[in-house]
């Protein structure tokens, strides 16, 4: 029996009942990607049009913030829990539920008269996103066992979220100057109508499995701990760092990963085993994701704020301007998948997170005000250093699972690069509001970013293992 990995959910097999796919219309593979690229653009495209969003609702930087974090904190939180939904409900009623939830809440997105509400429906799409993405790979699995035609859809898949990192900041800063910022919420209602209508007609049901014990307590101590943590640091710029609302909240965030490695040792079908956590591949491999995406979005939200807000560039220009940085992402990891196959992983993982941390470690030494050519060495180093090692590093935590609980694994790695985003941007706003002057704040920012790139590649270093894994697990290498 052949297996898929899904992006957030167990392992799911190819049902009997789907029809061969030799000729299949590749309109599954439209339809999933539709939703999947939603999901994408919505991250990348918001943070060139945040500052302007800030400005035109009178948010504080905190406010700001929150507009960015709250999606990425509920994303991180369920992405189990629609993981878990997936296999117990069938992934294409579970995904379907996301594009509609993730559709309606953009329309309030765009229809948001405040900042309250506006974050309180960012709220409402990280919920629909963390539907979206645990079925993407096992609805692609289900549409196209063949595996010529299931490699080429994978290979797709991923290519898309590349497209769609290096199209957000552009697409973003063009709505924006144009139309306004209510248009990078609105250009998602087509794309999500088309999406269930393709989904719907092209994509067969899939298996529902009863016995997929959802396991609420883990699933909350995961989300209160990535609330607690992204709260107190946004708030540490409003309130200062020894504020002891911030104290109290960044220890009440280790409390609850307390409570989640507890009850994952008493329940009777955890949603990560002991024995899995154990593993230095796979228990390592997860905090690189974290740390990476820390360094890396923390830069493009201070780097977003920093070109608008000092510089005075547009959104457009914004995007342009950031351009280097995402550009990379859709080459890169595709890149190192290949050199893998002579290489292995260790080299490529240890060699993009060092390529990474020079890059902002050159920004954070440039000075205080440096001219913007000087800026596209280091953000297109960060940029193809992170998706450089995007692809081993998602090896790694796929290859020390057992098949059983490859879908576990592969929650476990998405969850933790999602919350490593939060607080980056939470890190690196406060760090901008809390600073003597904004300057000094940026390249504290930068620093910080370098600091978590080179303790990735000491982690990889020990936890990465030298061997190359099987093509099948890096048809899926995606973003950053």
């Known amino acids: ?58 948010a504080s930087l905190t406010g700001i913030q929150w507009i960015t974090d709250g999606y990425t904190l509920v994303f991180a939180g369920f992405l189990l829990t629609g993981g878990a939904l997936g296999d117990r409900l069938g992934n294409r009623r579970v995904f379907c539920w996301g594009v509609a939830v993730f559709t309606l ?29 645990p079925g993407s790979l096992a609805l692609l ?46 250009v998602n209602l087509p794309v999500g109508v088309a999406c269930l209508a393709l989904t719907m007609r092209h994509v067969a049901r899939s298996p529902r499995r009863a016995a997929r014990a959802l396991d609420w307590p883990a699933q909350c101590a995961v989300l209160a701990a990535a609330a607690l ?36 040792r008493l329940a009777r079908s955890p949603v990560l085993p002991p024995s899995l956590l154990s593993s230095r591949a796979m228990s390592g491999g997860a905090v690189i994701g974290l740390l990476f995406n820390f360094g890396f979005y923390g830069m493009v939200f201070t780097a977003s704020l920093e070109f608008q807000h000092q510089r005075g560039f547009s959104a457009l220009g914004t995007g342009l301007a950031l351009f280097p940085a995402v550009a990379m992402t859709m080459f890169a990891s595709v890149l190192s998948g290949r050199l893998a196959r002579r290489t292995g992983d260790r080299p490529l993982v240890v060699s993009g997170m060092l390529l990474a941390a020079l890059g902002l470690a050159g920004w954070a030494a440039a000075g205080a005000d440096p001219a913007y050519p000087l800026l596209v060495a280091p953000m297109t ?11 081993g590093s998602t090896a790694t935590v796929m290859g020390a699972a057992p098949a059983a609980y490859s879908g576990a694994a592969s929650a476990l790695f998405n969850t933790t690069r999602q919350i490593g ?39 990889a270093w020990l936890c990465v293992p030298t061997s190359s894994t099987p093509a099948g697990l890096r048809k899926s290498g995606g973003r950053p």
Request: charged content about 10%; aromatic content about 8%; proline content about 5%.
């Open 105 to 133: 809440s953009s329309a309030a997105c765009a229809l948001a008269p405040n900042t309250p509400f506006l974050v309180a429906a960012r709220l409402a799409e990280g919920l629909g996103a963390a539907l979206i993405v």
């Open 1 to 58: 029996m052949a297996f898929a990995e899904s992006a957030g959910g167990e392992p799911v097999s190819s049902p009997g009942a789907a029809p061969e796919c030799g000729r299949r219309s590749w309109a599954p593979l439209l339809a999933v990607c539709a939703g999947y690229f939603m999901v994408i653009l919505d991250v990348t495209a918001i943070n060139v049009a945040v500052p302007v969003i800030g400005r035109e609702l009178s």
């Open 381 to 391: 180093a960060a940029g193809f250093g992170t998706s450089f090692a995007l692809t």
């Open 141 to 186: 699995q289900q549409a196209y066992p063949a595996s010529a035609a299931r490699s080429r859809a994978f290979g797709l898949w991923g290519s898309m979220a590349g497209t769609a990192a290096a199209a957000g900041p552009l697409l973003g800063g063009l709505l924006v100057s144009t139309l306004g910022w209510r248009w990078v919420f609105l």
């Open 421 to 459: 985003s939060a607080t980056g941007v939470a890190l690196g706003g406060s760090l901008l509001a809390t600073a003597a002057d904004y300057t000094t704040g940026l390249r504290t920012s930068m620093a910080v970013g370098a600091l978590a790139y080179l303790a990735a590649a000491g982690l």
């Open 229 to 264: 943590l992204t709260a107190s640091l946004n708030e540490a710029g409003r309130r200062g760092w020894s504020d002891p609302a911030v104290l109290a909240g960044v220890a009440l965030a280790v409390l609850a990963a307390a409570a989640f490695a507890v009850r994952e």
